[in-house]
């Protein structure tokens, strides 16, 4: 390494300099993948910063080319037909969007199917794509690199349930190790004969083989699917859970048995009705659960999570470069927002380096939602002043984030709300601030609070101008100002400067350094 690299690399951090400026980068920048599966078959537009996209597109139909494939062994006709015209409207879509060529990939249904190859010459055909068939191991690969999208460093098990198949897939170390593939999906398991009994022994044998080959050594499963997904939605709805973002919800394996209870106890029209639920995925739900509730009680996970990426996301990741897989997708993201909403991109950075001291003493895990919240400090100027405060907790916990615990999304839009609102009782936001302890709240508030002064305090750089100086011990905040900087300390940076030190519950001191 040059100095002059070492040199740009300590500039920016831990982080590095932003990658989407890269032009291998850009080549990310309008990504079209496609999943034929058994149950759907769905198109991904994906844009925005390359390390955590956005999702410029994205609809499945649901054609269930899997349905009653145990008794012909070949597609369901009625589902053909449709996926054939979601292809053809895909393929025109993403001419259209500059998103060609596209990706796509078949899954468990044709694979296995009779007429499968059949069907991959009519794609091909009709629409110009080629359909690549995966067997299960590389379904399970490719589901896996997802999760490592969404979750930098992941460890533990892996687990994607389609239509025909259930796959799993050990991950640690930013690697995919070993990989199954089993039968269980619900679509498949219809078929079995000796109805809900006979469905219950299949699982429990299949399982049971399962979990010999993977062990049940695993700290976390992430669960991955459409199915599970669903699951995670009623079970949200059980326990009047306040976020509604799937991504990150973590479920117990209590939760998890008592949600399945739940879902026998209800018929898929009332579950429809409580969760928005489409009908077609509803029906796969109820067998989809006690799959779920045999692979939790057999695998015993210490920690199972939603994962919102699979398959889909792992193609993306298949077409990454290791340095863009190797950073963090939440500072990609933000720095991406930053340069593409911000009033001043690039003040985040010196925004945070000004308010650094003050969260000198906190854990790497916290400094990073930190520098996020500098860089997005100001992605929301452009609402109205009266809901500014609202546009940013919402932006914060709703937003497309990878690498973010729920807790983390809260206390990430609630320090945005104090960016801009001193006060947060009476908003409509209080039942999310549950997942937070009152430390957090109260740490939350004071970063706020020191994104308003640091933001309003100079128009430029802040840290070039003044210096702010904690002391923990003493409950002393210290603002030393250079000489050319006094006065910019008027009446309003003194008012920001006293709320920041009242949500420390210290005193201040101002220091005014001499010109040289």
Same mark, same amino acid.
């Given at each position: 390494?040059?100095?002059?690299?070492?040199?740009?690399?300590?500039?920016?951090?831990?982080?590095?300099?932003?990658?989407?400026?890269?032009?291998?980068?850009?080549?990310?920048?309008?990504?079209?993948?496609?999943?034929?599966?058994?149950?759907?078959?769905?198109?991904?537009?994906?844009?925005?910063?390359?390390?955590?996209?956005?999702?410029?597109?994205?609809?499945?139909?649901?054609?269930?080319?899997?349905?009653?494939?145990?008794?012909?062994?070949?597609?369901?006709?009625?589902?053909?037909?449709?996926?054939?015209?979601?292809?053809?409207?895909?393929?025109?879509?993403?001419?259209?969007?500059?998103?060609?060529?596209?990706?796509?990939?078949?899954?468990?249904?044709?694979?296995?199917?009779?007429?499968?190859?059949?069907?991959?010459?009519?794609?091909?055909?009709?629409?110009?794509?080629?359909?690549?068939?995966?067997?299960?191991?590389?379904?399970?690969?490719?589901?896996?690199?997802?999760?490592?999208?969404?979750?930098?460093?992941?460890?533990?098990?892996?687990?994607?349930? &389609? #239509? %025909?198949?259930?796959?799993? $897939? /050990? =991950?640690?170390?930013? !690697?995919? @190790?070993?990989?199954?593939?089993?039968?269980?999906?619900?679509?498949?398991?219809?078929?079995?004969?000796?109805?809900?009994?006979?469905?219950?022994?299949?699982?429990?044998?299949?399982?049971?083989?399962?979990?010999?080959?993977?062990?049940?050594?695993?700290?976390?499963?992430?669960?991955? &699917? #459409? %199915?599970?997904?669903?699951? $995670? /939605? =009623?079970?949200?709805? !059980?326990? @009047?859970?306040?976020?509604?973002?799937?991504?990150?919800?973590?479920?117990?394996?209590?939760?998890?048995?008592?949600?399945?209870?739940?879902?026998?106890?209800?018929?898929?029209?009332?579950?429809?009705?409580?969760?928005?639920?489409?009908?077609?995925?509803?029906?796969?739900?109820?067998?989809?659960?006690?799959?779920?509730?045999?692979?939790?009680?057999?695998?015993?996970?210490?920690?199972?999570?939603?994962?919102?990426?699979?398959?889909?996301?792992?193609?993306?990741?298949?077409?990454?470069?290791?340095?863009?897989?190797?950073?963090?997708?939440?500072?990609?993201?933000?720095?991406?927002?930053?340069?593409?909403?911000?009033?001043?991109?690039?003040?985040?950075?010196?925004?945070?380096?000004?308010?650094?001291?003050?969260?000198?003493?906190?854990?790497?895990?916290?400094?990073?939602?930190?520098?996020?919240?500098?860089?997005?400090?100001?992605?929301?100027?452009?609402?109205?002043?009266?809901?500014?405060?609202?546009?940013?907790?919402?932006?914060?916990?709703?937003?497309?984030?990878?690498?973010?615990?729920?807790?983390?999304?809260?206390?990430?839009?609630?320090?945005?709300?104090?960016?801009?609102?001193?006060?947060?009782?009476?908003?409509?936001?209080?039942?999310?601030?549950?997942?937070?302890?009152?430390?957090?709240?109260?740490?939350?508030?004071?970063?706020?609070?020191?994104?308003?002064?640091?933001?309003?305090?100079?128009?430029?750089?802040?840290?070039?101008?003044?210096?702010?100086?904690?002391?923990?011990?003493?409950?002393?905040?210290?603002?030393?100002?250079?000489?050319?900087?006094?006065?910019?300390?008027?009446?309003?940076?003194?008012?920001?400067?006293?709320?920041?030190?009242?949500?420390?519950?210290?005193?201040?001191?101002?220091?005014?350094?001499?010109?040289?």
């Amino acid at each position: 390494m040059t100095a002059t690299t070492e040199i740009a690399t300590e500039e920016w951090g831990p982080f590095g300099r932003p990658l989407f400026d890269d032009p291998s980068a850009r080549a990310l920048s309008r990504v079209g993948v496609i999943d034929v599966g058994s149950n759907s078959v769905r198109m991904v537009v994906f844009d925005g910063a390359a390390r955590s996209p956005a999702y410029f597109f994205n609809e499945k139909v649901m054609c269930g080319l899997g349905a009653g494939f145990n008794e012909t062994g070949r597609l369901n006709p009625t589902g053909r037909e449709r996926a054939l015209a979601a292809m053809r409207r895909f393929a025109l879509l993403a001419e259209g969007m500059g998103a060609s060529p596209l990706t796509a990939v078949a899954t468990a249904a044709v694979r296995e199917a009779e007429d499968g190859p059949a069907f991959r010459r009519e794609v091909e055909e009709q629409t110009g794509i080629k359909l690549w068939v995966v067997d299960g191991r590389e379904e399970a690969r490719l589901s896996a690199q997802g999760v490592l999208l969404g979750w930098p460093g992941a460890a533990g098990l892996v687990c994607d349930i &389609g #239509g %025909s198949s259930m796959e799993l $897939a /050990r =991950i640690e170390g930013g !690697r995919v @190790g070993k990989r199954v593939t089993s039968p269980l999906g619900p679509l498949r398991l219809q078929g079995v004969r000796g109805g809900k009994k006979g469905i219950k022994a299949e699982i429990s044998k299949t399982i049971a083989a399962l979990a010999e080959e993977v062990g049940t050594d695993h700290k976390r499963l992430f669960l991955v &699917g #459409g %199915s599970w997904r669903a699951i $995670a /939605r =009623i079970d949200m709805q !059980r326990r @009047g859970y306040p976020l509604h973002v799937q991504h990150e919800y973590r479920m117990s394996s209590g939760a998890i048995q008592a949600t399945a209870t739940f879902i026998a106890e209800h018929d898929t029209a009332e579950l429809r009705a409580l969760t928005g639920i489409g009908e077609a995925r509803m029906a796969l739900v109820p067998i989809a659960s006690m799959v779920l509730k045999q692979l939790v009680r057999a695998l015993g996970p210490k920690e199972i999570a939603i994962s919102s990426y699979g398959i889909r996301e792992g193609m993306l990741y298949e077409q990454m470069p290791q340095r863009l897989r190797d950073r963090d997708p939440l500072i990609e993201a933000c720095r991406f927002a930053e340069k593409k909403d911000a009033r001043i991109p690039g003040f985040g950075r010196a925004l945070y380096r000004f308010i650094e001291p003050i969260f000198k003493g906190e854990p790497d895990s916290r400094k990073r939602v930190i520098r996020a919240a500098c860089l997005l400090h100001d992605v929301s100027w452009r609402a109205h002043p009266d809901y500014r405060h609202e546009a940013c907790f919402d932006n914060a916990t709703r937003a497309n984030l990878g690498g973010l615990t729920h807790s983390e999304r809260v206390f990430l839009g609630l320090s945005l709300l104090h960016r801009y609102k001193n006060s947060r009782s009476g908003s409509r936001f209080e039942p999310l601030l549950g997942l937070l302890s009152d430390k957090e709240s109260r740490q939350a508030e004071v970063l706020g609070r020191a994104l308003r002064f640091g933001a309003m305090f100079s128009a430029q750089t802040p840290d070039s101008l003044g210096e702010l100086r904690w002391f923990p011990k003493k409950r002393m905040l210290e603002l030393r100002l250079s000489a050319h900087a006094d006065a910019l300390f008027g009446e309003v940076a003194q008012s920001r400067f006293g709320a920041l030190v009242s949500a420390l519950d210290a005193n201040s001191e101002i220091k005014r350094l001499k010109p040289r």
